[in-house]
């Protein structure tokens, strides 16, 4: 009710007498409508999520990132009936996109969707990063994890890593393996192959990894570190084989294919891992509610299943587990850069 109109309605001939002043008049009419105006506010607040995710992809549409996001956040809607948007920030190395996750409003409204390239190849990689994992991010967890693959044309005489290994040491730099590009996870997971295994490999970087495993098939290399569903196809041409896993950990994929620990190289442990990240700062019940159900929906039957037709492992593991497999990660990119000296492009 407006003040005047409440005056109004107040003094009646009944009260034209009464003790009340004007000013004390205007204090209960002000009280009067700033209850009224605070009762709708309570009554129709609303629960996180109360308006769209937005999902930032340091990657265009279709990539390994990417499609982790898509699977995640469709599963997400259809269970929760939470509305997401994926906003793809391609380029820059993922500086692009990461630095403008950290700016975002630490609301829980703004999430980024990043892999180890950001947060464990980067910092290794450049002098200077425009964002520090402690200062600009909260981690919620981990999405997935994917092994890589040690492959080789059909036709290269060695058909194992330890007859590879023999035959390395034996032309130290003539054996050339491929990448998806110089400064790479996959790169690094090669060097990190080499130096544990003390032979000299020859990096030969392409732009992507279809190229990089096109390669390998077409006989252009006889190495390449790649992803599964990169070599899938080439595999069922008969072009490529597995010589092993980059990983310490046997994959669900294929059991036949041997991790590190079992061929002689037993200390390489590199893997491609997604994460989802908050800008710092985003409230703590916001953060635990988002673990809650992306935990959740990747524990279902089905959606671990998504992931595994393509070679990798569901996470939801708690934020301080995933900070330190970051951290480590970080430390062992940092060790492979500088004993490979490696230098971005």
């Known amino acids: 009710m407006p003040a005047s109109a409440f005056l109004n309605h107040v003094r009646t001939p009944q009260m034209s007498h009464t003790k009340f002043s004007r000013r004390r008049l205007?204090?209960?009419?002000?009280?009067?409508?700033?209850?009224?105006?605070?009762?709708?506010?309570?009554?129709?607040?609303?629960?996180?999520?109360?308006?769209?995710?937005?999902?930032?992809?340091?990657?265009?549409?279709?990539?390994?990132?990417?499609?982790t996001a898509r699977v995640l956040t469709q599963r997400m809607t259809e269970r929760l009936g939470w509305n997401f948007v994926i906003d793809n920030k391609p380029g820059g190395n993922g500086f692009i996109a990461v630095t403008a996750a950290a700016k975002a409003p630490a609301d829980g409204y703004t999430l980024l969707a990043a892999h180890t390239g950001e947060f464990a190849v980067n910092p290794a990689l450049f002098g200077a990063v425009p964002y520090e994992l402690d200062r600009d991010f909260a981690p919620i967890t981990m999405i997935s994890d994917t092994p890589m693959l040690l492959v080789a044309n059909a036709q290269?005489?060695?058909?194992?890593?330890q007859e590879l290994v023999a035959a390395a040491k034996k032309s130290p730099g003539h054996i050339a393996f491929s990448s998806p590009g110089n400064g790479s996870i996959n790169h690094l997971a090669g060097e990190w192959f080499a130096s544990e295994a003390g032979v000299m490999l020859l990096h030969v970087p392409y732009r992507g990894g279809a190229p990089a495993v096109a390669a390998v098939a077409a006989g252009e290399v006889p190495l390449g570190v790649v992803a599964i569903p990169a070599v899938i196809p080439h595999l069922q041409s008969g072009r490529v084989k597995v010589l092993g896993l980059t990983t310490a950990r046997q994959s669900a994929y294929n059991k036949e294919w041997l991790p590190t620990t079992?061929?002689?190289?037993?200390?390489?442990?590199?893997?491609?891992?997604?994460?989802?990240f908050a800008p710092k700062g985003a409230p703590s019940a916001t953060l635990a509610l988002l673990h809650a159900e992306v935990a959740k929906t990747l524990n279902m039957p089905d959606v671990r299943k998504r992931f595994a037709d393509a070679g990798a492992e569901t996470g939801g593991m708690p934020s301080a587990d995933f900070v330190r497999r970051i951290r480590d990660d970080a430390?062992?990119?940092?060790?492979?850069?500088?004993?490979?000296?490696?230098r971005p492009e």
């Open 156 to 161: 290269v005489p060695y058909n194992t890593v």
């Open 26 to 67: 205007m204090s209960m009419a002000t009280a009067i409508g700033a209850a009224s105006l605070g009762m709708p506010t309570l009554a129709w607040a609303q629960p996180f999520p109360a308006r769209p995710i937005r999902v930032i992809v340091p990657f265009a549409p279709g990539g390994v990132v990417d499609i």
């Open 262 to 276: 079992e061929t002689g190289v037993k200390h390489v442990d590199a893997s491609n891992w997604v994460g989802l």
């Open 331 to 342: 430390a062992r990119y940092r060790d492979v850069v500088r004993q490979a000296n490696i």
